[in-house]
């Protein structure tokens, strides 16, 4: 166990040490592209013989050479979710936080946004004002923050928190953390920037109803099998609960009575009994309604 602590505080210590010396962030191309806002519905833009294998990317952000591009330590740690090296970087470097990944002209906030980072997501967001410059970025494909919000390419079931007792997703929960995840990140640019459309002539909504379309299938099969088995456990015990609003508990006296009126017991019994029989012809009837759903 000593020994363990040990390992860790040495640990620490290198990673304060190399966060110190590292400079790698200050290496920004001084002539940077500002990629402009645009509202072109299908773009014809010259295709290098190189990005010929990038046709089927709706984002176009050159994920066919990321393997082999070598990206400064803050983006490694934002892209592999480490927010504790991000957050010392920032706050040994706090200027890092402007630096772009030259071959992509994609910035921290980019990155933590479509690989589902929150935690950093969250450090970023605590300075208001470089949140805003961020957010103004568009990347090398002109993509906005909300382009790679709505990109599933980089999802991953470890990035997000509600998963069920057995560690896995289910669809419909998958799909409602996509949508919250693309209203968090809208909340954050520019209004009109919802009407911009990247390379490939798409709008950030367009991107994720394509790309979510899939998903949305599974999540209506999931929702439908969900709740035909809910409502048959919730038919069960709506007949369990009618059937004992009709059975009295110690038989009845010969005015038609029951013999325990007066007990406290019998009382909470019959409450007990009306309120289950509410509540189980709720849930079944909030379940038909489930199953009779269009999901639009």
């Known amino acids: 166990m000593g020994e363990e602590m040990q390992n860790q ?21 001084p002539n940077e592209v500002v990629n402009t806002f645009s509202l072109v519905s299908k773009l014809n833009i010259p295709q290098k013989e190189e990005d010929a294998d990038d046709n089927n990317c709706d984002c176009g ?40 990944d030259i ?5 921290i906030l980019h990155m933590a946004i479509k690989y589902r980072r929150l935690a950093i997501f969250k450090i970023v967001k605590k300075n208001k004002f470089i949140t805003s410059r961020l957010a ?4 090398s494909d002109w993509n906005t923050i909300l382009h790679h919000a709505a990109d599933m390419s980089y999802f991953t079931d470890t990035n997000y928190y509600s998963v069920d007792a057995k560690g896995t997703y289910g669809p419909a929960f998958q799909l409602q953390e996509e949508l919250q995840w693309m209203a968090r990140v809208q909340k954050i640019i520019p209004l009109n920037y919802t009407m911009h459309r990247n390379k490939k002539g798409m709008t950030a909504d367009e991107l994720f109803s394509k790309q979510h379309a899939e998903l949305l299938q599974s999540a209506k099969v ?8 809910g409502s048959v456990v919730a038919a069960l015990v709506a007949t369990v609960a009618y ?27 019959a409450i007990s009994n009306t309120v289950s029989l509410i509540l189980s012809l709720t849930s079944l009837g909030t379940f038909l309604n489930i199953m009779r759903s269009p999901f639009e």
């Open 222 to 229: 999931w929702m439908k099998e969900t709740a035909q088995s």
């Open 243 to 269: 059937a004992a609003e009709y059975t009295v508990p110690g038989g009845t006296n010969q005015n038609g009575l029951p013999n325990l009126q007066h007990s406290p017991f019998f009382k909470a019994l």
């Open 136 to 139: 103004d970025l568009i990347d």
């Open 61 to 100: 952000d050159g994920r066919e050479t990321e393997s082999t591009y070598e990206y400064i330590p803050l983006f490694i740690a934002t892209r592999t979710g480490i927010s504790q090296i991000v957050e010392k970087i920032l706050k040994c470097h706090p200027q890092a936080v402007e630096a772009h």
């Open 103 to 107: 071959k992509h002209q994609q910035n």
């Open 9 to 29: 505080k040495e640990l620490l210590e290198l990673t304060d040490f190399l966060v110190k010396t590292d400079n790698s962030w200050a290496e920004i191309d």
